[in-house]
T-cell receptor, first 115, second 115 residues
Framework: NAGVTQTPKFQVLKTGQSMTLQCAQD?????MSWYRQDPGMGLRLIHY???????DQGEVPNGYNVSRSTTEDFPLRLLSAAPSQTSVYFCASSRYVGHQNTEAFFGQGTRLTVV | AQTVTQSQPEMSVQEAETVTLSCTYD???????LFWYKQPPSRQMILVIRQEAYKQQNATENRFSVNFQKAAKSFSLKISDSQLGDAAMYFC????????????FGKGTKLTVNP
């Protein structure tokens, strides 16, 4: 089972460039989310989705866009990269709340550097 | 709003000894899940243990157990017979149900296991 697949694993961008971080899951999970991890800050929620066509903002949404056209995919778009977006990004998916044995499955993470 | 607080940025333990990591949370949800995740140097997020808030019995998974104090909004993780492989970052997280489906993390505790 592939689980949650994130691409790329590493990326270097120049300030002002745009890019999309890809996230796909093959577990038919309704809930997907994006986090950024910075030293001493834990994982902070950027955007999340409870199903296809539904997205909402998390704690740190500025500078990022998401869409959820299918259950499987939840891409994260950086519109105009800034050095402050240098971070490790994680995608996660889980069965919708209310189901037993709920847990979040994580991708391997993307280390993004903006220069 | 959901918040999760881990007050111990770093902890250390001798191999074979027991260590307890602290976590407090705040949520307006009447029902929710609580989790402890482990992040080794590989960066992969690994579920350690899960607690459903409506269950009074503390969850256990082999050497890992929790002390869930619902009234105090406390959710500590106890690691017994610590092993070198337990060295990692540990994150406490909460997931609300039925109103806030956000999975919110604390800032983490770095656990060092000394031989």
């Amino acid at each position: 089972n592939a689980g949650v697949t994130q691409t790329p694993k590493f990326q270097v961008l120049k300030t002002g460039q745009s890019m999309t971080l890809q996230c796909a899951q093959d577990m038919n999970h309704e809930y997907m989310s994006w986090y950024r991890q910075d030293p001493g800050m834990g994982l902070r929620l950027i955007h999340y989705s409870v199903g296809a066509g539904i997205t909402d903002q998390g704690e740190v949404p500025n500078g990022y866009n998401v869409s959820r056209s299918t259950t499987e995919d939840f891409p994260l778009r950086l519109l105009s990269a800034a050095p402050s977006q240098t971070s490790v990004y994680f995608c996660a998916s889980s069965r919708y709340v209310g189901h037993q044995n709920t847990e979040a499955f994580f991708g391997q993470g993307t280390r993004l550097t903006v220069v | 709003a959901q918040t999760v607080t881990q007050s111990q940025p770093e902890m250390s333990v001798q191999e074979a000894e027991t260590v307890t990591l602290s976590c407090t949370y705040d949520t307006s949800e009447s029902d929710y899940y609580l989790f402890w995740y482990k992040q080794p140097p590989s960066r992969q997020m690994i579920l350690v243990i899960r607690q459903e808030a409506y269950k009074q019995q503390n969850a256990t998974e082999n050497r890992f157990s929790v002390n869930f104090q619902k009234a105090a909004k406390s959710f500590s993780l106890k690691i017994s017979d610590s092993q070198l492989g337990d060295a990692a970052m540990y994150f406490c997280a909460s997931l609300g149900q039925g109103g806030s489906e956000k999975l919110v993390f604390g800032k983490g505790t770095k656990l060092t296991v000394n031989p």
